[in-house]
């Protein structure tokens, strides 16, 4: 099953390293709001959200993680950028949807605990969720629009 997971490419590459630090920062933040259910947590994890998938700049979380692999002295390893875009349009969606459950601060909270997990897997674990979300959502909704190119 895991042979035939595929992910978006691109030519643009980021730092491998500093994108699990990073995911490993942002499920930290996660799991202080599911903790604390501190608003400003949840609005900081949205910018930076907005700024990694709308921007060109780094975000907050993203300058952080590489401060700390540059005073561990700690080489880059070059990626993709193509899937980790994915993904972060994937914990956007998630970290907008706790954010618009202001009703609801418990759904808000688990959508949290969701969120973290997934960037525990690839922070921590190196395993992409996004990839399998884009393998068996996204793609073969798109193999169609392909076919007829």
Known sequence: ????????????????????VGATLTAAL???????????????????YVIRVFTSRTAPIALLANGILRVLRIAPVPMDKAPKVFAWRVGF?????????PF?????????????????LD???????GRIIYTYLILPRARPAIAEL
């Open 93 to 101: 969606l998630m970290a907008a949807a706790a954010v618009a459950l």
């Open 30 to 48: 996660l799991i202080v709001f599911f903790l604390t259910r501190w608003w400003p947590v949840m609005a900081f994890i949205v910018l930076d």
């Open 123 to 129: 922070g921590v674990c190196n395993f992409c969720v």
């Open 1 to 20: 099953m895991l042979k035939d997971i595929v992910c978006p490419v691109s030519a643009e590459r980021l730092n491998k390293r500093a994108c699990r």
């Open 104 to 120: 609801s601060l418990s759904a808000s909270a688990y959508i949290a605990v969701a969120l973290a997990a997934f960037n525990i």
